[in-house]
Nanobody, 117 residues
Framework: QVQLVESGGGLVQAGGSLRLSCATS????????MAWYRQAPGKQRELVAR???????DYGDSVKGRFTISRDNAKNTVYLQMNSLKPEDTAVYYC???????????WGQGTQVTVSS
């Protein structure tokens, strides 16, 4: 079992920034890839950003150029730096990881991000 614990959400004005953190309960090298997803009310969960153990990244089209995913292997933590936030970024953000051995998916509990106009 792996626990993924998100933090860093909150309320911010449009144009502002937030940094989300996802701490894993065991070595981050046992989860590959790791990612951030989000889900807004009435909408499907969508991929925001993904990072592999080798450091390769990819992003959803709506956040390219504004969000950056990174990882600190020593701290077993994945981050999502969100800049130039827009009201449409309002959602619950979830951390996600795939076990490298059994390919089981793990999800965090989610953290709310609200962007006011």
């Amino acid at each position: 079992q792996v626990q993924l614990v998100e933090s860093g959400g909150g309320l911010v004005q449009a144009g502002g920034s937030l940094r989300l953190s996802c701490a894993t309960s065991r070595s981050i090298f046992t989860l590959n890839p790791m990612a951030w997803y989000r889900q807004a009310p009435g909408k499907q969960r969508e991929l925001v950003a993904r990072i592999t153990s080798g450091g390769s990244t990819d992003y959803g089209d709506s956040v390219k150029g504004r969000f950056t995913i990174s990882r600190d292997n020593a701290k077993n933590t994945v981050y999502l730096q969100m800049n130039s936030l827009k009201p449409e970024d309002t959602a619950v953000y979830y951390c996600y990881g795939v076990d490298t051995v059994n390919r089981r998916n793990y999800w965090g509990q989610g953290t709310q991000v609200t962007v006011s106009s």
